[in-house]
């Protein structure tokens, strides 16, 4: 009786015969990438969860305009600098995603809280996605490239759901070097007790300024609003950065610098330069780029709270990094 590969033509024999067989690991790495496709968001697969959050985050936001104060104003303003620039834009990405600098306990254990208190998820999950991003941006398994929809890439892509396993085998792949480290592990095991507890403490702080009126007006604005504000300033760097813009240098993707997303990000805007250059702390390559973050991490260094800080800021047209370990480290561009 003939077999299967007896009956094919010969090439077909030799390719049958001598294709490699897939490592464990790669179809671990194979089956995570999958589950960023786009095709993954239907309704039968929807992370609820996520959504009605992001829901009840943006209705709040509308309802603060009801309930204005100017402490709370103030309140959002500086919780928003401290999440989105302090939290994410210095912690979760250039000290986790890229390893840019290094900190002290102190600082580490004040920028991961900030990152917490943004909502944008854990240290881990945030960090490997980001590195999953670089690996394979504006390409097939971008877990947010425009080019699969502007709305995907701002908002949609975080509806998708995957489960626990899937996240554990994602942080083992994309992020090893900090998944086991104690002071990650608890921001990870606490970060839905943070959310709850910074609104149950925003309220609380305002019911004792002035009663139950600015009790909402602290709520809405100190955790709403802020909220809503600093989640679309991020996705904008996802979704606005890879479609206009200008370039400093010739990528492997279609990121851009674009000025107003500098602005409301606190220098992520310059994306160009970040996805060029991505192990560099500064993200501003040119005299008028201004990055707020880098402020930060400046003033962290000169009290000795950072160090190992790459700063060095490349040359005009230098060539892009190159990662020789593609989305293990994150800390450079794949090709």
Same mark, same amino acid.
């Given at each position: 009786? /003939?077999?299967?590969?007896?009956?094919?033509?010969?090439?077909?024999?030799?390719?049958?015969?001598?294709?490699?067989?897939?490592?464990?690991?790669?179809?671990?790495?194979?089956?995570?990438?999958?589950?960023?496709?786009?095709?993954?968001?239907?309704?039968?697969?929807?992370?609820?969860?996520?959504?009605? !959050?992001?829901?009840?985050?943006?209705?709040?936001?509308?309802a603060?305009?009801?309930?204005?104060?100017?402490?709370?104003?103030?309140?959002?303003?500086?919780?928003?600098?401290?999440?989105?620039?302090?939290?994410?834009?210095?912690?979760?990405?250039?000290?986790?995603?890229?390893?840019?600098?290094?900190?002290?306990?102190?600082?580490?254990?004040?920028?991961?809280?900030?990152?917490?208190?943004?909502?944008?998820?854990?240290?881990?999950? %945030?960090?490997?996605?980001?590195?999953?991003?670089?690996?394979?941006?504006?390409?097939?398994?971008?877990p947010?490239?425009?080019?699969e929809?502007?709305? !995907?890439?701002?908002?949609?892509?975080?509806?998708?759901?995957?489960?626990k396993?899937?996240?554990?085998?994602?942080?083992?792949?994309?992020?090893?070097?900090?998944k086991?480290?104690p002071?990650?592990?608890?921001?990870?095991?606490?970060?839905?007790? !943070?959310?709850?507890? /910074?609104?149950?403490?925003?309220?609380?702080?305002?019911?004792?300024?002035?009663?139950?009126?600015?009790?909402?007006?602290?709520?809405? !604005?100190?955790?709403?609003?802020?909220?809503?504000?600093?989640?679309?300033?991020?996705?904008f760097?996802?979704?606005?950065?890879?479609? %206009?813009?200008?370039?400093?240098?010739?990528?492997?993707?279609?990121?851009?610098?674009?000025?107003?997303?500098?602005?409301?990000?606190?220098?992520?805007?310059?994306?160009?330069?970040?996805?060029?250059?991505?192990?560099?702390?500064?993200?501003?390559?040119?005299? %008028?780029?201004?990055?707020?973050?880098?402020?930060?991490?400046?003033?962290?260094?000169?009290?000795?709270?950072?160090?190992?800080?790459?700063?060095?800021?490349?040359?005009?047209?230098?060539?892009?990094?190159?990662?020789?370990?593609?989305?293990?480290?994150?800390?450079?561009?794949?090709?």
């Amino acid at each position: 009786m /003939s077999s299967v590969i007896l009956d094919q033509p010969a090439e077909e024999q030799t390719a049958a015969v001598t294709q490699p067989k897939k490592s464990k690991k790669r179809e671990e790495r194979e089956q995570i990438l999958a589950k960023f496709h786009k095709e993954n968001l239907h309704w039968g697969n929807v992370d609820w969860v996520v959504l009605i !959050w992001m829901a009840g985050i943006h209705i709040g936001a509308v309802a603060a305009l009801f309930f204005i104060s100017w402490q709370a104003i103030v309140t959002c303003l500086v919780l928003h600098w401290a999440t989105a620039s302090i939290g994410i834009c210095l912690g979760y990405h250039r000290y986790l995603s890229h390893k840019s600098f290094k900190l002290r306990a102190p600082a580490e254990f004040f920028v991961l809280l900030c990152g917490v208190l943004s909502g944008e998820g854990s240290p881990l999950t %945030w960090a490997a996605t980001h590195r999953l991003h670089h690996q394979k941006s504006d390409k097939h398994g971008d877990p947010h490239s425009p080019f699969e929809g502007n709305w !995907w890439s701002h908002l949609l892509w975080l509806f998708v759901y995957r489960d626990k396993e899937l996240n554990d085998k994602f942080a083992d792949h994309y992020i090893p070097d900090f998944k086991n480290r104690p002071m990650i592990q608890f921001f990870e095991k606490t970060y839905p007790l !943070w959310l709850i507890g /910074s609104g149950f403490a925003m309220y609380g702080i305002g019911y004792a300024m002035g009663g139950n009126f600015m009790g909402w007006s602290m709520l809405l !604005w100190g955790l709403c609003a802020r909220m809503a504000f600093v989640y679309n300033s991020t996705w904008f760097v996802n979704s606005a950065t890879h479609l %206009w813009g200008y370039r400093n240098y010739e990528t492997t993707d279609q990121s851009k610098n674009l000025w107003w997303v500098a602005i409301v990000a606190y220098g992520e805007g310059w994306h160009n330069n970040h996805h060029a250059h991505p192990s560099v702390a500064p993200a501003g390559h040119r005299k %008028w780029e201004i990055d707020i973050t880098w402020w930060s991490i400046r003033a962290l260094r000169a009290i000795g709270m950072a160090y190992d800080v790459n700063d060095r800021i490349p040359e005009k047209n230098a060539e892009p990094e190159i990662d020789p370990e593609p989305g293990k480290n994150g800390i450079v561009v794949a090709k």
